[in-house]
């Protein structure tokens, strides 16, 4: 069975700053990771995803993410951040090829200070 | 908009009465999951359905039973409400288990 930690359950950072969300899994075999965005009253909304290739994702917003195999880490960053990106983000696992449950983390709040 | 519809959209009800939620997933999608969301207990998985079929189960009560019609849209039943079951439910839907999900905009559930 896979899992997924979300070390920081509250990230505050000013506007225009760079932000890291953290993101750590544990899993027996190889895997497939997402990250999800949920912004107030909405359903979760797919950021970016990493299935095999570059480990250099890049998603919608300008975020992306690095995934570290030996680190088995999948961390979401973005160089300068907007009031807009207060949300709640969301790290996901699954082990590759499809066909099994998805995990969720238990979630990184974001808050942009202006 | 992700395609997930979900009805109703809000639902306030009294304990001990029952719920049926509904969801549509996005064409062509043949997978749909439901996710119970409250403030102290985060996103939690409840149950999963591939063409009418349940492929996994998280941590749903036995008060509460989903369903998978023949065109693919689900339904979340919650019985015998209590006041802990107040929370915002997510139905989403994927191709196959383990691909991205899109979710529904949620149905928020109160029990008074």
Known sequence: ?114 | DSGVTQTPKHLITATGQRVTLRCSPRSGDLSVYWYQQSLDQGLQFLIQYYNGEERAKGNILERFSAQQFPDLHSELNLSSLELGDSALYFCASSVDQGYEQYFGPGTRLTVT
């Open chain 1, 1 to 114: 069975a896979q899992s997924v930690t979300q070390l920081d359950s509250q990230v505050p950072v000013f506007e225009e700053a760079p932000v890291e969300l953290r993101c750590n899994y544990s899993s027996s075999v190889s895997v497939y990771l997402f990250w999800y965005v949920q912004y107030p009253n909405q359903g979760l909304q797919l950021l970016l995803k990493y299935l095999s290739g570059s480990t250099l994702v890049k998603g919608i917003n300008g975020f992306e993410a690095e995934f570290n195999k030996s680190q088995t880490s999948f961390h979401l960053r973005k160089p300068s951040v907007h009031i807009s990106d207060t949300a709640e983000y969301f790290c996901a696992v699954t082990p590759s090829g499809g066909y099994q449950k998805v995990t969720f983390g238990t979630g990184t709040k974001l808050q942009v200070i202006p």
